[in-house]
């Protein structure tokens, strides 16, 4: 039976180093938790990498929204990979596609050869492509290690199905990791559904605002997002079966 892996999102430093206490095997690295994940700062990577031994892949993603980017973002997730390279990052996540919503195979081979020899997760701009089996193979060829999807659609349960069928096709020649919605409840179904051997979880919680004084004017609460330490368990728990 091959080796379970449990990849969690880490938002901040204390999340990062409590995803590893719990036993979390690798750390995606991201800011901006309210845009999906974008790049985080060079002294994020820096404070995560000193704090955990656990593989580290930063996110490369300027911005939200869409993964079709200019030639000025492009440049700067350029020097993001290298910023990741020098500071002992084990790996990165990209994404980028092309107006039809094909995988943007030139520019993103281009960071795949600045990574090295780091490994690259193609993170899921993969679910907005408009040929899942087609972006499959694009994505083989640009020389990633891993795909990080939900089969197309908004969570990894709903898109059971189509992740069995990207493992399949894949047959070894890259890792189909779900992600999206996976927790400790649904980790051993979406396993047995998908034969997949490497799973995505944020497992994240809203961690309150230690502030005494609160300016109510503001009309807002502040919150950031750290990890919950008994989902990962709860997950670990549940590959180990």
């Known amino acids: 039976m091959s080796e379970k892996i ?3 999102i880490g938002f901040t430093l204390e999340g990062c180093i409590a995803a590893q206490a719990a036993g ?3 750390i995606e690295l991201c800011d901006n938790p309210g845009e999906g994940g974008t790049t985080p700062s060079y002294g994020f990577i820096k404070a995560a990498r000193a704090s955990v031994t656990i593989d580290l892949y930063p996110i490369i993603r300027p911005r939200g929204g869409d993964f079709l980017y200019n030639d000025g973002e492009f440049e700067a997730m350029k020097v993001d990979v290298q910023v990741c390279q020098d500071l002992g990052c084990d790996g990165v996540v990209i994404g980028m596609l092309l107006a039809d919503g ?3 195979k030139k520019r993103c081979q281009q960071l795949v050869s600045l990574a090295y020899p780091m490994l690259v997760t193609f993170h899921r701009a993969f679910d907005r492509t408009n040929d899942l089996l087609q972006a499959l193979e694009d994505v083989i060829e640009i020389g990633c290690d891993r795909i990080l999807t ?4 908004p969570n990894a349960m709903e ?4 992740l069995k ?5 894949a047959d070894h020649r890259i890792i189909i990791m779900p992600g999206s919605g996976v927790n400790a409840q649904n ?3 979406i396993a047995a559904l998908t034969g997949a051997t490497e799973f995505h979880s944020s497992a994240r919680i809203p961690v309150p605002s230690a502030m005494s004084f609160n300016q109510t004017a503001m009309k807002e609460e502040s919150f950031s997002f750290g990890v919950n330490a008994d989902e990962i ?4 728990a549940a590959l180990s079966v």
Do not use: N
Not at 233 to 236: A, D, L, N, P, S
């Open 102 to 104: 094909s995988v943007d």
């Open 233 to 236: 368990k709860g997950m670990m």
């Open 24 to 26: 979390a095997h690798r």
């Open 150 to 153: 939900s089969g197309g659609v």
């Open 6 to 8: 449990l990849e969690v």
């Open 187 to 189: 980790i051993a179904a």
């Open 165 to 169: 069928l990207l493992v399949q096709k």
């Open 159 to 162: 898109g059971a199905e189509q």
